[in-house]
């Protein structure tokens, strides 16, 4: 469940020229402590020549422009990136399977290569910016799971119960219950969360032990 419930994009850019992203390299070990923590997100500012480039870069070399809506890899068990572009009144959605991956030979071969280019420039998108900061999410969500896990530590929130955790309805919406997290809720587990983690063995008020994930809401989540 925690790799799961903690995926978020690595790499956004917004209309104003501002872009979050990480790390887009392998998901650290678990600590010590058993909890897994994730690389903290970073925020820059881009200049509307900034942007514009960016987005030619996309849709030319990187591919998009050109790109079907999906692209299967040679196994179900590899990861799927999804690339997403509005701008310009238009969207458009693509999904690569095995992305990186040396593709067969055949007619989508050069595509394939193009958003490989395009998924290495977002996941190092670090040494494209000089003013980058780390960035500070104003909403986390929290994702609450029943789980056998031991020692547990002690439930954190005495204004929260778990079952203010639920599986919203909406379609898009994670499939585990869940809950928006303010800084505060955050502050109040005694430790920072950095981008994200798993892990976390809590002790309910109602006797129930539970598995503990969160990662930052972007801007435009809803929950």
């Known amino acids: ?10 790499f956004t850019l917004y209309g104003d020229g501002t872009v979050i992203f990480k790390d887009g390299s392998a998901v650290p070990p678990p600590d010590p402590d058993g909890i897994g923590r994730l690389p903290v997100f970073r925020t820059a500012q881009l200049g509307e020549d900034e942007i514009q480039a960016f987005l030619g870069f996309a849709v030319a070399e990187g ?8 692209y299967t890899g040679p196994g179900a068990d590899l990861p799927t990136s999804v690339f997403t572009i509005d701008a310009g ?5 693509v999904s690569v399977t095995g992305i990186g991956m040396e593709p067969e030979p055949g007619p989508d071969s050069r595509i394939l290569q193009a958003l490989a280019r395009l998924g290495e420039k977002v996941r190092n998108f670090g040494p494209e910016v ?3 900061t780390d960035w500070s999410p104003d909403r986390w969500r929290g994702i609450l799971t029943p789980d056998a896990a031991d020692p547990p530590h002690d439930w954190p929130w005495p204004g929260i119960p778990p079952a203010d955790f639920v599986e919203r309805p909406e379609p898009g919406a994670p499939r585990f219950p869940i ?7 955050i502050e109040a587990l005694g430790f ?19 598995l503990l994930a969160l990662r930052p809401l972007l801007p435009d989540e809803p929950f």
């Open 89 to 93: 009144g238009q969207r458009k959605t």
């Open 179 to 185: 809950r928006t997290m303010s800084p505060a809720d």
């Open 192 to 210: 920072a969360a950095g981008g994200g983690f798993s892990g976390l063995s809590l002790e309910g008020p109602d006797g129930t032990t539970y």
């Open 130 to 132: 000089d003013d980058e």
């Open 1 to 10: 469940m925690g790799f799961f419930a903690t995926d978020a994009p690595i």
């Open 63 to 70: 591919g998009l422009g050109v790109a079907g809506p999906q």
